[in-house]
C-alpha cells in the first residue's frame, strides 16, 4: 500500500509570532521554520505503517512519499519527513503565499500520478490554522475523508478511524483510497536519529512546478489586516472567598 504525506514548511512552533509593523501580515525574516507539527504526526503514522508500530502490521505500506509545495527551503521539510523514515519527496516548488484550494488542486494533481491508496495530512497547518487542504483535496477527489484522527486501524480495502469531535470521539470507517487528517493524539513521533538523517540526505527529491500540473497558484484571497493578540489586563490577589464572589458579581461572571 502506498501513502502519501503532504507536508507544509511553517514557522517553528516554539518561536513567537512577529507582525510586521503595516499590518501586511507575520514577519518570517531570520526565523526557524520546521515541519507543521501535524504533517510530523502524519509521516510518523504513514512510517509506522511501513514498519509495523502503532498497532499496524509490519508492511501494512510498503512505500511513503512525502510531497511539500514550497520555496527551495521546503527541501529541508521534507528531508525531515524522509528521516523519520519517508522513502522519496517531491518538491513542487512555489515561491510565496500558496493558497489551501491551489495547495489542494496540486496535491490532486500528483494524486492522480502517483495513484496512493491513503493520504495522510495535517489536520491544519499552523501558521495560518487554515484547516482546509485535506477537506478541499477529498471533495477535489471525489475520495472518502476522515478528519481530526486520534487513531487509524487498517483492513483489506478500508480505515477505521477515531475521530476527534466535540465532547467526546467518533469511530467511522472509510473505503480506500481514502483522505485522513491528523489530530495531535494520534501519536508521537520520534526524534530523528543521527543515521538516519543522513540516510535522508541520500533519499531522492524530484523536482517540479505548480505549471507542471497546469495549476494557477495567483491568490484569490485578500489579506486585510493581520494584528498580534490583545495584551491580557493585569489580574488582582482578593483577600477572601466573600470578596472574590463579590469580584465574580461585579464582572457579571456570577
Ligand atoms: P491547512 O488546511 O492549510 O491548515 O493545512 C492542512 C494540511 O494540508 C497540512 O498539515 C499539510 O498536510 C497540508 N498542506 C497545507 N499546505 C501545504 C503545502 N504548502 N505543502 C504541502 N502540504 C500542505
Redo the contacts with the bound molecule.
Keep these: 500500500m502506498k501513502v502519501l504525506v ?3 514548511r511553517v514557522l517553528d512552533y516554539n518561536l513567537k509570532v512577529r507582525v510586521k509593523p503595516d499590518g501586511s501580515g507575520v514577519d518570517l525574516s531570520n526565523l526557524k521554520m520546521s515541519i ?1 507539527p ?2 510530523e504526526i ?1 509521516v510518523e503514522e504513514a512510517v509506522r505503517m511501513k514498519e509495523g508500530g502503532g498497532g499496524h502490521a509490519k508492511d501494512a505500506a510498503t512505500e511513503v512519499i512525502a ?4 520555496p527551495e527551503q521546503a527541501q529541508e521539510t521534507i528531508r525531515n519527513a524522509l528521516a523519520i523514515g519517508a522513502d522519496r519527496g517531491i518538491l513542487v516548488k512555489a515561491d510565496g503565499e ?1 493558497e ?1 484550494l491551489a ?1 489542494a488542486k496540486i496535491l490532486k494533481a500528483v494524486i492522480e500520478a502517483e495513484k496512493p491508496d491513503l493520504v495522510i ?5 499552523i501558521d ?7 477537506q478541499m483535496l477529498a471533495a477535489l477527489l471525489d475520495w472518502p475523508q476522515a478528519t481530526f484522527a486520534s487513531k487509524i486501524v487498517l483492513h483489506a480495502g478500508k480505515a477505521t478511524v477515531t475521530r476527534e469531535v466535540d465532547g467526546g470521539l467518533q469511530t467511522l470507517d472509510v473505503e480506500l483510497p481514502a483522505i485522513v ?1 491528523t489530530d495531535l493524539r494520534l501519536n508521537e513521533p520520534r526524534y530523528a536519529s543521527l543515521p538516519n538523517i543522513m540516510k535522508a540526505k541520500k533519499k531522492p527529491i524530484d523536482v517540479k512546478t505548480p505549471a507542471d500540473f497546469g495549476v494557477d497558484t495567483a491568490p484569490r484571497i485578500k489579506v486585510l489586516k493581520t494584528a498580534e493578540p490583545g495584551k491580557r489586563s493585569g489580574g488582582i490577589k482578593v483577600k477572601s472567598a466573600a470578596e472574590l464572589v463579590g469580584k465574580l458579581k461585579e464582572a457579571g461572571v456570577l
Excluded at 510531497?67 to 514550497?70: E, L, T
Excluded at 495530512?121 to 497547518?125: C, D, S, Y
Design positions: 503532504p507536508v507544509k507543521n501535524f504533517c502524519a510531497v511539500s509545495i514550497g500558496v489551501p495547495v495530512l495535517g489536520k491544519q497547518a495560518d490554522d487554515s484547516n482546509q487542504v485535506g487528517t
